[in-house]
């Protein structure tokens, strides 16, 4: 693809109020017109010309919740998602640790009780008798509860008179000692333990990471991730590597530091920027430490855990404040959504182009919708969540799940929304969570969540391009397909928007284009 390039007769989506243009025309690393026809425009003679052949154009998927460093570094690791048996995942686990030297940690995650076939909770036992004496931690699909065993709890130096921590839980045994289960901040000191893998070997997962993310059309996330990420992701950017344009979001741990720095919001460059600050408000569904206002059925008196409290999140939205920063504040049960929603309304005010973020808002009550219109707050969901937890959303919230992934009444109550995936605890493909959103099912079943909470494709779609742009202020240079804009594209197999939402999860991309330089072609394609 040359830097002067026309491309014709298409059918390409600028997101712009509905505006649907046949060609379009990139200049070097950026848009500079867009129409109908203008092949035949003398002032383009000159360009090289692409003939789309009728395939649709897109804008470039911009993903708004990923762990990006930590998606690199688990396809390093063992992966449990999608085994449905606890034999099945130590088979694995013993493969893994095998090929490990005796000193190297056993490392992964993606296990899930409530997906097994018949329920079983793991203890450290199971994961001692198949890791040889090397320490291990396996997250949980959703990475609110680990799976630790024997040697790690040494090393930690866990043990029965070790107290619950603020916010966590340590899962016990009858005899007080700890079974090797691990919730929410009760993990923290053996993950702390885990070495970080060589630099060499996370460039080479690196480059894995960004040609997964070019296959599936995506040249943008938001990056919830640790102070080794922040760093790793600062020096590719000083060598202008990071191939992908990342906005970051530091963890709350880290905003005494940027305080001490002077640190300020939108820091940064075209490619890697500094967002905002993440804060946990609660824990998951799938480990039952959603806070809720009421009990987990089935349970004696769980109603999840309050990770931050209203007093302390209140602190933090005014330290963030003075740094311009707004917050990204995880909340999936409805009294955490609640309890975030009373710190915005204390919370200070913060500079044209700054919103705070609701993470997951999995389960809302409905009197709190108006509030979040009200305070324009950003909900920033991720719609394969929705029919990833259909199962489990039955099993604890009953009937409340009726108040669970309402995407249709937000977008009619035109509430700001932001669509992701949390990769890697689902896939990254956004195509996926574009039919997640139209079809609240999973592949090929007909069973449907509150198919009155279905949006249109086309909501969606908006939702993985402009809607990111709108949650970080960045909608006046990003998210469309308009004269100045970055030329970063998708090119589709199909219109998504025309064809029946089943259909979508097989669309392929022809080819992703970031910053006027194509990252991935399918092989029938040549541009």
Partial sequence: MK??????????????????????????????????????????????RINLRGKTVIPGFTDSHTHFYYLT????????????????????????????PKSGWVAGGGYSPDRFRQRVEPDRYLLDKVTGGRPAFLFSKDQHTAWVNSRALEMAGITRRTPDPPGGKIDRQANGEPSGILRETAYQKVYNLIPPPPRSEVNRLYKKALALAYRQGVTGV?????PEGFVYFSELAEGNKVGLRINYYFPVAMLPRLERSGTLWGTGTDFFRLAGIKVFADGSLGSQSALCYNKYIGSKGNYGLEVTSTRELVRILKSAARLNFPCAVHAIGDRAVANVLDAFEKGP??????????????LVRRKDVPRLKRLGVVAS?????CPSDIYLCRKYWGRRGANSFIFRTLIDRRISLTFGSDAPIESLNPLHGIAAAARRARPASRDVFYPDQKITAAEALFNFTVGPAIATGQEHCRGYLLPGYPADL???????TKIAASRIYGTEILATVLDGRPKYLHPSLRL
């Fill in 381 to 385: 969901m991720q719609p394969s969540h």
């Fill in 490 to 496: 998708v090119i589709l197999s199909e219109d998504i």
């Fill in 3 to 48: 830097s002067r390039t026309l491309f014709y007769n298409g059918v390409i989506y600028t997101q712009a109020e509905g505006i649907v243009v046949d060609s379009m025309v990139i200049s070097n690393n950026r848009i500079a017109a867009v129409g109908r026809k203008l092949q035949h425009d003398p002032d383009f003679k000159s360009y090289t």
């Fill in 73 to 100: 570094k688990a396809l390093g690791k063992v992966d449990l998602d999608g085994i449905d048996t606890i034999d099945k995942c130590l088979k694995k686990i013993k493969k893994f640790a095998d090929s490990l």
């Fill in 349 to 362: 005010a913060l500079p044209f182009g700054a919103r705070h973020r609701i993470e997951h808002l999995q």
């Fill in 222 to 226: 938001h990056s919830f991730d640790g």
